[in-house]
């Protein structure tokens, strides 16, 4: 899953950035308001992490912008404005949580999967799909109860795919989920990866649709 972190403090950027990659997550990072507008107009996120209290645009700005423009991305403001004003008025504006600095990290990740698992219209932490289970919280895999090792890239693209069983997802796509900036990406990658869950999975749980992309299998 990939992130959008909006915070102008390099060193709790820095601690979220790491925390979250060790998480699983691809986490792209901008130090003030006006980037962060731009960024979320032209590329694709599954959530944002955003702070209140930053240069150039106020983060209740960037709100304000993103939900005007129907953008329905999920907002987790991370911020040290702890009154109960701040939270209603952040809430109001169309965040989805609000987290008060300083917090665990732990707590953060547990946010972040919550909010995922409701933009994908799950109620369970586990993802089930034709015999193959995934738990984002504990990066375990199995099929048919026994458990499968991935690396961590085949881990994210599982994931990705099996939030919407069916849906095709072409190789850009994929890129664009997978990697953040600066990550240098092999032309072969997706298929590598791909190669690889066929094997530990079996052949016949991600499917590839010719010229168009992958997904995974549908239940009849």
């Known amino acids: 899953m990939r992130l959008l ?13 790491t925390g979250l990659k060790r998480d699983g997550f691809t986490v792209d990072w901008v130090h003030d308001g006006e980037s962060a507008d731009q960024v979320l107009r032209t590329d694709a996120f599954d959530l944002l992490l955003l702070d209140l209290g930053l240069p150039r645009k106020g983060g209740f ?12 991305l999920p907002v987790l403001i991370i911020t040290a404005r702890d009154a109960v004003a701040d939270r209603v008025q952040g809430l109001d504006a169309g965040a989805d ?4 600095k300083p917090f665990d ?3 953060l990740a547990a946010r972040i999967r919550a909010l995922l698992r409701r933009k994908s219209g799950r109620t ?19 099929r048919d109860g026994r458990e499968v ?7 994210a693209l599982l994931q990705l795919l099996m939030e919407r069983p069916g849906n095709i997802l072409s190789r850009a796509q994929i890129e664009e989920r997978l990697y953040g900036w600066g990550e240098e990406v092999e032309s072969n990658a997706v298929e590598v990866h791909i190669h690889g869950l066929r094997r530990k999975l079996g052949t016949d749980f991600i499917l590839n649709v010719r010229g168009v992309g992958y997904r995974v299998r549908p239940a009849q």
């Not at 972190?5 to 950035?17: K, N, T």
């Not at 700005?61 to 329905?72: E, I, S």
């Not at 090792?149 to 881990?155: D, H, T, V």
């Open 105 to 107: 990290l732990d707590e």
């Open 97 to 100: 949580d609000y987290l008060v």
């Open 61 to 72: 700005q960037v709100l304000q912008a993103l939900r005007a423009r129907q953008q329905t």
């Open 149 to 155: 090792a991935l690396s961590p890239k085949e881990f």
């Open 124 to 142: 369970e932490p586990e993802i089930e799909h034709l015999g193959v289970a995934l738990n984002p919280a504990t990066h375990r895999v199995t």
């Open 5 to 17: 972190l909006v915070e102008d403090d390099a060193m709790i950027g820095e601690a979220i950035r």
